[in-house]
């Protein structure tokens, strides 16, 4: 089992929907979660930061459930510009000795006219 | 906006040549780290450091080796590049932060051909 899963893509969604990517972690002990977004051929940037209460910026919601190991992200209102890759990235080391970050294989979002 | 730099954008070598791909960064990360990514494909940990004089190997094995001399130089050399070596590479950088939530920050990588 990998350390971080995302649901496999693509998700092909119109203009204007709401969609949801889920990312499950296997190590309990993880703490710190992320979201990035990347272009084709471009270097990933951060999308959001995700919070223990959940945290909302914009269209964007992310939210975390550590009973079941997983972040999700929610895009409402989608836009033929938020097409890209997402990719969940987690921090498995609780006492921030380590500098290694788990990265998800990534769930591509097409959003259509 | 994060202040980390990789040079060259693009290079096209022939086998068997000798390459440094840079990475700079100016907001005094402690951490930095080197990824491998093929178009399409997932990224994978090739080296990362914890800081001046520290380096580690990442997840994927590679021929690559790093240095850190500097904390806001690393360097990645390829002693003797092969086609197999053609893919983009991405240097990141961040803070130590509490609890490890500090983000990652990525130059805009390099992408390496080797004909």
């Known amino acids: 089992r990998k350390e971080v899963e995302q649901d496999p893509g693509p998700f092909n969604v119109p203009e204007g929907a709401t969609v949801a990517f889920n990312c499950t972690y296997s190590?309990?002990?993880?703490?710190?979660f992320f979201w990035y977004r990347q272009d084709c051929r471009k270097e990933p940037k951060l999308l959001m930061s995700?919070?223990?209460s959940g945290n909302e910026d914009g269209r964007f919601t992310a939210q975390l459930n550590r009973a079941s190991q997983y972040i999700s992200l929610l895009i409402r209102d989608s836009k033929l510009s938020d097409s890209a890759t997402y990719l969940c990235v987690v921090n498995p080391d609780p006492y921030n000795q380590g500098g290694k970050l788990i990265f998800g294989q990534g769930t591509e979002l097409s959003v259509k006219p | 906006e994060a202040d980390i730099y990789q040079t060259p954008r693009y290079l096209v070598i022939g086998t068997g040549k000798k390459i440094t791909l840079e990475c700079s960064q100016t907001m005094g990360h402690d951490k930095m780290y080197w990824y491998q990514q093929d178009p399409g494909m997932e990224l994978h940990l090739i080296h990362y450091?914890?800081?001046?004089?520290?380096?580690e190997k990442g997840d994927l094995s590679s021929e690559s080796t790093v240095s850190r001399i500097r904390t806001e130089h690393f360097p990645l050399t390829l002693e003797s590049a092969r086609p197999s070596h053609t893919s983009q590479y991405l240097c990141?950088?961040?803070?130590?932060?509490?609890?490890?939530?500090?983000?990652?920050?990525f130059g805009n990588g390099t992408r390496l051909t080797v004909t």
């Open positions: 990141a950088s961040r803070e130590k932060g509490i609890k490890g939530n500090s983000p990652l920050h």
């Open positions: 995700v919070y223990s």
């Open positions: 450091s914890y800081g001046v004089n520290s380096t």
């Open positions: 190590n309990s002990a993880s703490q710190s």
